[in-house]
């Protein structure tokens, strides 16, 4: 019963490459989302998804693509990896009831040179 | 734009102490408050969810209170022991919606010392 998994656990790139974080949960929960948590800014938001193949921004979108083609997998793409992307990555799920908190991934700790 | 702030930063207590975490937000229009704990290296736990229209929850050891209109809660540890170290994080969901969006704080990084 392992919930939900990230993978790599690590990664290291370098700039200019594309990089792809997996995300997959085992409950099949509705919602999908993913954060990175930064010194000094905390846990912000980068994309969600309410349901397969329904996918929106948050707060900081900008040089991430997320696609959610079956509702267990909610992978995270770089497409051209900057240093400031440099960062821990979580992915976290919740279901569809009311008032039902989310449920976080182990992280990936991803270093761009 | 919603902020949330955590204080303090980090907070360092010897065992037993009982303690109290503070956390605060602008926008008061919130669907819910939570608070985790996060481990070194490890993901996020969520600790306790109160909905706008609680005053409190409380999980074992746990106690915490939401005042909406003035933005505040705050999170009581009872007897606090070593295993309680760990990162302590508040968020709070926008909207009405069920697949609500989290705003962070920062946390609170405590240490109890045995």
């Known amino acids: 019963d392992a919930g939900i998994t990230q993978s790599p656990r690590y990664k290291i790139t370098e700039t200019g490459r594309q990089v792809t974080l997996m995300c997959h949960q085992t409950?099949?929960?509705?919602?999908m989302f993913w954060y990175r948590q930064d010194l000094g800014h905390g846990l912000r938001l980068i994309y969600y998804?309410?349901?397969?193949?329904?996918?929106d921004k948050g707060e900081v979108p900008d040089g991430y693509v997320v696609s959610r083609s079956k509702t267990e997998n909610f992978p995270l793409t770089l497409e051209s990896a900057t240093r400031s992307q440099t960062s821990v990555y979580f992915c976290?799920?919740?279901?569809?009831?009311?008032?039902?908190?989310?449920?976080f991934g182990p992280g990936t700790r991803l270093l761009v040179l | 734009k919603q902020e949330v702030t955590q204080i303090p930063a980090a907070l360092s207590v010897p065992e037993g102490e009982n303690l109290v975490l503070n956390c605060s937000f602008t926008?008061?229009?919130?669907?819910?408050l939570q608070w985790f704990r996060q481990d070194p290296g490890k993901g996020l736990t969520s600790l306790l969810l109160?909905?706008?229209?609680?005053r409190e929850q409380t999980s074992g050891r746990l106690n915490a209170s939401l005042d909406k209109s003035s933005g505040r809660s705050t999170l009581y540890i009872a007897a606090s022991q070593p295993g309680d170290s760990a990162t302590y994080l508040c968020?709070?969901?926008?909207?009405?919606?069920?697949?609500?969006?989290?705003?962070f704080g920062e946390g609170t990084q405590l240490t109890v010392n045995p």
């Open positions: 968020a709070v969901a926008k909207g009405e919606t069920s697949g609500s969006r989290l705003t």
């Open positions: 998804s309410a349901a397969a193949d329904i996918t």
């Open positions: 976290a799920t919740k279901s569809m009831r009311e008032q039902e908190t989310q449920y």
């Open positions: 926008d008061s229009a919130i669907y819910n």
């Open positions: 109160i909905q706008s229209s609680q």
């Open positions: 409950w099949s929960h509705s919602y």
